[in-house]
C-alpha cells in the first residue's frame, strides 16, 4: 500500500473511471475494456471498500469536442469532497486537452484527492506529483496533436496518388471518364 494513501482517503469512495475513445475501440478492444474494469480490484486491495465505476463516456474522445457526462459526474463529485481517489489504467483516459485535465488536478488537490494509475498513486498536493501529473497531462495532449497530424498527413500523401475516395455533393455526379481532374456535373 503508497504511504500517500492516508485514512482520510479510504473513509471516502473511490472511482474507477473506464473509457475508451471511439464507437470502434468499444465494440473491438475488448481486452482493453477487461484491463480497465479489472481495476476495481487493485482499488479494493488499497483499502478503499466503496469503488464506483463510470463508465459511461465509453465511445467518446477526451480531446475535448464530445461531452463526457461520467466526466463531469467525477468531477462534481470530486468538488463535493465525496471521493478519496479517481483511478484510470491511463492519465490519458481522463482527458486529453489541458483545461480538463488541469481543473481534474487542481480540484483533486484543493479537496485532497488522489489520482491512481497502473504505475502509481499521486497526490497533487505534492509539489512532486503535481509535476509529474502536468508533464503527463502535456505529454497526452502531444500525443493527440501528433496523432491528429499524422492522420492528416496521410490522407494528403494517399490524394497525392490519388487514392482518395470521398462522395459527391448531393445533386452531383461522378463524371465516368477517367480524367485527373474528377469532374462532378450537375444533376
Known sequence: MSEKIKPQHLSRKSILYVRQSSPYQVLNS?????????????????????VEVIDEDLGRSAGGNVTRSGFERMVAQVCLGEVGAVRAREVSRFARNSHEWQQLVEVCRVVDTLLV????????????????????????????????????????????RG?????C???????????????????
Open 30 to 50: 475488448l481486452e482493453s475494456q477487461k484491463l480497465q474494469y479489472a481495476m476495481e480490484a487493485r482499488l479494493i486491495s488499497l483499502g478503499w471498500s466503496e
Open 117 to 160: 494509475d497502473q504505475e502509481t498513486v499521486y497526490s497533487p498536493r505534492i509539489s512532486n506529483d503535481r509535476l509529474l501529473l502536468g508533464l503527463k497531462g502535456s505529454l497526452n495532449e502531444y500525443e493527440l496533436d501528433l496523432l491528429r497530424q499524422r492522420a492528416s498527413e496521410a490522407r494528403v500523401q494517399k490524394a497525392r
Open 163 to 167: 487514392e482518395v475516395i470521398s462522395h
Open 169 to 187: 455533393p448531393i445533386g452531383y455526379i461522378k463524371s465516368q471518364d477517367n480524367d485527373e481532374h474528377g469532374i462532378l456535373q450537375k444533376d
